[in-house]
């Protein structure tokens, strides 16, 4: 079973600075990875998603992020963050297999942008 | 624009009734998913449905049942409300295959008196 560790409840950074939040995953092979962001009152949007291919990836909202097989580890990164971040944010892992298209939520990383 | 819909933002309910959550999505997805999101814990898969009248047992199923009549709607069934289920109930689709983006709706809280 595939399982997601976010070590970091709660980040406090300053506006113009940058970001990285930390996701490690468990799963026995190549896994589908994702990151969503919760804004307050709001569903859940996602950001950007791996599942092959170049290890470093693209998403919206000018956030990126990096596949390293050897760290188990898909963090979050954005050069310079905005108010409009203040969000909290889902790091997810997928196993592949038709009727297996269940993912497996990380507990959440709050972040908070001070001015 | 893709759309998922849960009938009530808010609900409030006493222990021991009956509970109906009702999802709706507008994109034809094969897949549907149920979850509770409480603090600390994240999201937790309650059921999943990837077709019409299949259903599959999440993390934490225990208490709830599910309905998939129609392929866009997907239903969660609290048959006898506890104080310990008030939470976020999620509900979510996406076509089939592990590595298709979720949507998500707003999401429905639930609180049980």
């Known amino acids: 079973a595939q399982s997601v560790t976010q070590p970091d409840i709660h980040i406090t950074v300053s506006e113009g600075a940058s970001l990285e939040l930390r996701c490690n995953y468990s799963?026995?092979?190549?896994?589908?990875l994702f990151w969503y962001v919760q804004s307050p009152g709001q569903g859940l949007q996602l950001l950007l998603k791996?599942?092959?291919?170049?290890?470093l990836v693209q998403g919206i909202k000018g956030f990126e992020a990096e596949f390293k097989r050897s760290q188990s580890s898909f963090n979050l990164r954005k050069p310079s963050v905005h108010w409009s971040d203040a969000a909290e944010y889902f790091c997810?892992?997928?196993?592949?297999?038709?009727?297996?298209?269940?993912?497996?939520f990380g507990t959440g990383t709050r972040l908070t942008i001070i001015p | 624009d893709v759309k998922v819909t849960q009938s009530s933002r808010y609900l409030v309910k006493r222990t021991g009734e009956k509970v109906f959550l009702e999802c709706v999505q507008d994109?034809?997805?094969?897949?549907m998913f149920w979850y509770r999101q409480d603090p600390g814990l994240g999201l937790r898969l309650i059921y999943f449905?990837?077709?019409?009248?299949?259903?599959e047992k999440g993390d934490i199923p225990e208490g709830y049942s599910v309905s998939r009549e129609k392929k866009e709607r997907f239903s969660l069934i609290l048959e006898s409300a506890s104080t310990n289920q008030t939470s976020m109930y999620l509900c979510?689709?996406?076509?089939?295959?592990?590595?298709?983006?979720?949507?998500f709706g707003p999401g429905t809280r639930l609180t049980v008196l």
């Open positions: 979510a689709s996406s076509q089939g295959g592990s590595y298709n983006e979720q949507f």
């Open positions: 799963y026995g092979a190549t896994p589908y």
């Open positions: 791996y599942f092959s291919g170049d290890t």
């Open positions: 997810a892992v997928g196993a592949q297999g038709f009727g297996n298209e269940k993912l497996t």
């Open positions: 994109m034809d997805h094969e897949n």
């Open positions: 449905s990837y077709d019409v009248k299949m259903k």
